[in-house]
């Protein structure tokens, strides 16, 4: 027979992403709406362990949706990834009368959540993280609104690079997962795409690429650099020591994190803040939030983190297309 | 057998749509990619009869996915309606060896596309229109950037809203759907969302939810009103003659048709273009292509047509809920 | 001599304007800097005589220099207007140890802040306003961010209109005053500014400036219209049935009031509330700061009302110039 | 006798600035409203010598106020820093009938402004840089918009800042002046400015303002640094090491030359690109045109090289005083 849920715990793990104050804000009211209790656990775990745990009101998520950042704060926890710390995480949770929580974070986060449902504290995950690289999920809480910042801050550089005739490498976020680059590079109409997943390190190609570009007429080149390929700046430099033109590189870094979300950040993690608390109170633990194939949806934590996904094929050839 | 198709048209029409550009731009550069001629019909239907029909190059779409509007200009046409005007249209295709049309624009405009196609003309057809109201995709072009600009226009109203403690009501384009007002109503937090599918025009239940909102210390009331519903100003005057609470009404109009494309419009709509063309070139004629369950596909113009798409009624529960 | 001054009250009065926080803030930190205290007073002037005043140290301004609206909160208060008002006013100051408010408003403001003056409360006065329209100065808070705002705003009415080849009336923020609508009609290259200043209601002219602008090839037409001329939505029905061409009115509104300050807003604004409490403490009184020949300065609030200021002329020029 | 002036030239020199366009179109639509012709020189004095050289009419410059960058190209040319290149640049103009040429550009364009005038061609010099460091204008096309650029892509990186309880160092452009870094400061409420003009490379005193922010319960510690300061990714080292806080470096880079200006870029390289035409009519050369003392005038090129201004000290002071 399924736990009664009386009081819910939320906390936010990992790199922060835009959309994770909707996704707390809907945790927070929904539970309350549902007649629940509510915590508050600053910090992710490390706070968990720090019994960094607030009371939450309603009123205590007014006026949040529209702000990037994290009003929980978040942290890396080494700790919370031995069995003694997950074990008295569990405990304070029972202290603090946490029946379950709902963590807002990336595949990192959910291994910890794992390890909490098996003791007995009931666990969701929703997916938040800028990197779209959560395989059981089409969408994750805060990659639209780092695409649209990486594409703006993009748009601005290509005016200059146009202005002066320049080739220009602009790096943008993701570790493992070239998602954030895919998009930029069609949606800023790049020349040149570097994806972790899909990249040969042929820098000839791309130089020759350059090359025959300027000669058909093109006044800049654009060149998607993801941070997993990394290296733009002595990239930059041999590209202009080997084609002549003069070349620049912009890391785009942080300002990808943060800023207000998109509407479909603000509209899609406070959907998933809500089903997250309504499929606690169907007695579901160990389980993450996905939206796959038009829907809402979830799945047992461990099968998620089983998933793979990849960089679709028909997109891919599309963005060379378009490029010429 | 499938014609051969060698030249393929493009044109835009209806309301425009921000991402109109990106996918006139996708379906010019694959094209030629694939080794077609392009020709750009300006301003719709309208302008296939006045033959105001130009050659399309690559560089003739640089420059454009960040632009809102449409280049080629769109017009609404009265006698494409009529059997006569069509034969017309498909003649001036022929005469300019045009084998193919892709058509950008809202449902009204699938119907000329249906008699293009029976007249010999192959045509496809892409969803353009900010309302979202094309039942066989859950995507159209435009309807992302809509959304954001009126959100972030509504984050403006609700600043001054709290400083003065007022009421504000804010009306969203839909005249038939209520999609961009419900999005707005849950990115932006409003108390209240009137959408033509679910507005019961009971106003007194709004002006007793203003009214114990300010009991419960709420020091602002956001009312998105589609414009299906209207009468904003009326509705205002209304509300403070019964609430005694300054309100004011904010129509946000035309400015919610343009503007430099969000990533997912641009996106998108690259890839439908894109797509458009290469179903093209199967052979398939009088399809309009949609996004459903994660997936670019094509249905059959009529089939498309008959399809029916309401709110999401746990989605419009949500939004209830998270107003507390 | 000079009274000295161990506490300082601040509120802002009037329409909110975006920048208010700043110059909060900048008060609030430098009265601290200065080793003075500062009381935080609610919802101008009604809120001073309902004695809603709070204590404020350097952490409750912390994280609003970017936010629109005003924390203070902002209210009228027609009891201030009477001398009855103003005493109950300063009676209440010196109950609670004030010996000198910032005031934070539009001309209005300023008697009140006259009248505590008088009454022994030292007042020092900052031009809070979007509309432009303090004589005694080039510069008023909010005014940056309201320009800016409505600027974007008819960008992208703009796009919508050129594709439809429509013409569109812009309504922008200006009972008095058309310093908003001139700059926009500059800055998004209007082909007509209607102005408090200027117009002189000849619609003809505007009609037949439509119909040539038409002949020469133009293929869309932007009027913008100061709220202080209006009836922007019957003009263009007139419009429209005297050119035979598509003609939309929007109006901007309450946005215009709203959303993050721009660098200006939150620079000037700063730098004005800092001087503002270091004249105070220089122990002047009765005096207004504004932005003139490059310099912050004040000014006596009697002379500061009395004095003009129109629309420059050779600038009001060149916006024809520009439109052809 | 002044010489009579029948066709003017324009061109861009130097790095690009958002608002250049603003400035053209003003230039090539005053002159054409006066009675002249104008000709657009491509890639500044390069474009010059290379004979680059195109009429411009009034439509050429349609729609292009609100694009960043310059239609007309932008270069360096050393050549034209030679007598040699100067009189071949003179020559080339008389052979094209250009009997005056307005440069839009920093400094160092002005030099070869004033050979060209010497020569017998007719120049007006405007201050086009996003730096402001042209010492007789108040006012540079290009620093609104950097500066907006700059510091909402600040706050961006603020929101993670807080998130991750981090220090953030941020590099903006600025490599002898630091008025970006300045107004950033102090409109992104930073901890700590750094500027060319006033950092005397005490590292420890940052160390220890961040450590006693800190304990002050400070979540964030936000540095602005300029380009001319620079090593910002070792700075971030060497203070993570010294505080064992967390501390990391994104220098802004490109998109702070680009993107769409803000009204008053718009607005003001508007009236300067008409006011260039109009002292060129009266028969002024070797002029600058400037914004000082809030008035538009004009100065000769030498005195203006020969000015010098500095930062503001209250206003420097005021920054401190605001980070509390």
Redesign the interface.
């Known amino acids: 027979m399924a736990k009664e849920i009386k009081t819910i715990g939320v906390l936010?793990s990992g790199?922060?992403a835009?959309g994770m104050n909707a996704a707390i804000?809907?945790v927070v009211?929904?539970a309350?709406?549902r007649g629940l209790k509510v915590k508050g656990i600053k910090k992710g775990y490390q706070g968990l362990l720090n019994e960094e745990i607030i009371d939450m009101e309603?009123?205590d998520v007014s006026?949040i949706?529209?702000?990037?950042?994290?009003i929980l704060?978040?942290?890396r926890c080494l700790e919370f990834k031995e069995a003694e710390g997950q074990k008295k995480g569990a405990e304070i949770c029972r202290k603090h009368g946490i029946d379950g929580i709902v963590v807002i974070g990336g595949d990192g986060s959910y291994r910890g959540a794992q390890a909490l449902s098996r003791l007995g504290i009931n666990t969701i995950g929703l997916p938040g993280t800028i990197d779209l690289d959560i395989a059981c999920t089409?969408y994750t809480i805060g990659f639209?609104t780092a695409?649209?910042?990486a594409?703006q801050?993009?748009?601005?550089?290509?005016?200059?690079?146009?202005?002066?005739?320049r080739c220009?490498i602009i790096e943008v976020m993701g570790r493992n997962a070239g998602y954030i680059a895919l998009?930029?590079g069609?949606?800023?109409?790049a020349e040149d795409i570097l994806l972790p997943e899909k990249y040969d390190y042929n820098e000839q190609n791309i130089i020759n690429n350059i090359i025959t570009n300027r000669k058909h007429?093109k006044?800049h080149h654009i060149i998607i650099n993801a941070e997993g390929i990394g290296h733009s700046t002595s990239m930059a430099r041999r590209i202009e020591a080997a084609t002549g033109i003069e070349t620049?590189?912009?890391?785009?870094?942080?300002?990808?994190?943060?800023?207000?979300p998109?509407?479909?950040d603000?509209?899609y993690a406070?959907?998933m803040g809500?089903?997250a608390v309504d499929i606690m109170l169907e007695g579901k633990t160990n389980r993450v939030v996905g939206y796959?194939?038009?829907e809402f949806i979830d799945f047992d934590i461990e099968e998620a983190l089983q998933m793979q996904k990849g960089i679709n094929e028909?997109?891919f050839e599309?963005s060379h297309?378009?490029s010429?």
Do not use: F
């Open positions: 936010t790199g922060d835009p804000r809907a009211r929904t309350i709406a309603a009123k006026d949706i529209q702000r990037g950042g994290t704060g978040t942290a089409e639209d695409v649209n910042t594409m801050a993009i748009d601005k550089v290509k005016d200059t690079s146009s202005s002066h005739e220009s998009w930029c069609i949606a800023n109409g007429g006044t620049r590189a912009t890391i785009l870094g942080y300002m990808q994190r943060g800023g207000s998109t509407a479909k603000r509209y406070s959907i809500a089903y796959q194939h038009g028909y997109q599309v297309l378009l010429i």
